[in-house]
């Protein structure tokens, strides 16, 4: 959808794809390599997602209001809860600090910086009333599995853990019974479909400041439309529903992008591994990882905790590795964070005391 909006937003399809990928990547980098080249210091990057959030890493907990929970406004209609609760890092649609790093990105002109404040804006709208922490105002008990004891119980405290993937299902309709009966109801396709509105305008404006208002809101209807069909039909029970699956929605999106108004070529499907493996190889053989499996970068993620050797197995392809999107996207990532982090903390982080922040 990020791909579909940007060609539209007047993006070529090469930088539309760059905007995209780091959108999405985003919620892949979860992983920290150390690695060798030429330098005295092996190079470091910064994660933007943990994998397991049974035991998120608690020093880098700040990637949660930073990327994915940006804290809105406590006092929005949309928050209104049937215990009246308000928490100063909830997340809601369309914030004035969501809009704001948005700008701030798109004044940078960097596609990867674009592609992460695209995400952390959209993220806004799905992930509205939750928090980027460990915090009781996150539990749905009525939607809460059961807890296995093997797992840490604190899980369900953690962003929208506690309504498992229900936030980020296109077409999924479902009740959040935390909220007023008057917005307790959670129409995803409808909110997707206005977050998507959303960064179509600040895309377009971007690329052309001089449009006009009557212009930009014809093509944002065209734009939804499309994407209203591609999203498909809404249902309340993903599990058994199969006839809208995510492998037929993707391929619905990659149609729309063969059109002249999409950039008109077939976008590929998005490879996990894509970006890591132009710049980066593994040199132990043996592991045999190509870093596009979750297990596998569980397993990677646990044994680089434990095993030096294997933290620092990674080096460059290329001498130029500072023109790869990888190494780009991660500079993007610390720089981003650095720049939200100045932004929020005076009106945000700095009225809370908050532990391994």
């Known amino acids: 959808m990020t791909y579909l909006i940007a060609t539209r937003a007047g993006f070529s399809p090469v930088k539309a794809e760059t ?26 990057n910064y994660i933007s ?22 804290p809105g406004d406590p006092l929005a209609d949309s928050a209104r809860r049937k215990d009246g609760k308000l ?4 997340t809601t649609a369309d914030s004035k600090n969501a809009r704001r790093i948005l700008k701030t990105a798109l004044q940078t002109d960097n596609l990867y910086k674009i592609g992460l404040a695209v995400h952390s804006f959209a993220d806004t709208f799905a992930h509205q009333n939750f928090v980027g922490y460990y915090d009781e105002f996150n539990i749905v008990k009525s939607l809460q599995k059961k807890v296995n004891s093997f797992f840490d119980r604190s899980f ?28 307790s109801m959670r129409d995803n396709k409808e909110i997707f479909l206005k977050a998507a509105g959303r960064v179509f ?13 009557s212009v930009l809101k014809k093509e944002k209807e065209e734009l939804i439309s499309d994407l209203k069909a591609a999203i ?32 008109g070529q077939k976008l590929k499907k998005y490879n996990i591994s894509a970006w890591f493996n132009q710049a980066l190889k593994f040199d132990l053989k043996v592991l045999k990882i190509d870093n596009s499996s979750t297990w596998q970068r569980l397993l990677l993620d646990y044994f680089s905790n434990h095993l030096s050797f ?26 981003m964070q650095a720049e939200i982090i100045n932004q929020l903390e005076p009106k945000v982080f700095s009225k809370l005391e908050l532990e391994n922040w």
């Open 87 to 90: 928490h100063l890092l909830n």
């Open 19 to 44: 905007i995209a990928y780091a959108s999405q990547y985003i919620d892949d980098n979860d992983l920290i390599y150390n690695i060798s080249g030429n330098e005295a210091q092996p190079y470091r």
């Open 156 to 183: 369900y405290a953690v962003g929208h853990a506690a309504a498992n993937i229900r936030p980020d299902i296109p077409n999924l309709v479902w009740e959040d019974p935390r909220l007023c009966d008057s917005n």
């Open 49 to 70: 997602q943990t994998k397991n959030i049974t035991k998120p890493k608690h020093k880098l907990f700040r990637i949660y209001p930073i990327f994915h929970f940006i």
């Open 310 to 335: 294997i933290k620092n197995s990674c080096s460059w392809k290329k001498k130029d590795y500072r023109n790869s999107h990888w190494y780009q996207f991660q500079e993007a990532v610390k720089e």
């Open 232 to 263: 498909g039909r809404r249902t309340k029970h993903p599990e058994i529903f199969k006839i809208n699956t995510p492998a037929k929605r993707i391929e619905r999106f990659q149609k729309l992008s063969s059109k002249k108004e999409y950039g």
């Open 201 to 213: 305008e600040e895309l377009k404006r971007y690329q052309n400041p001089a449009l006009k208002a």
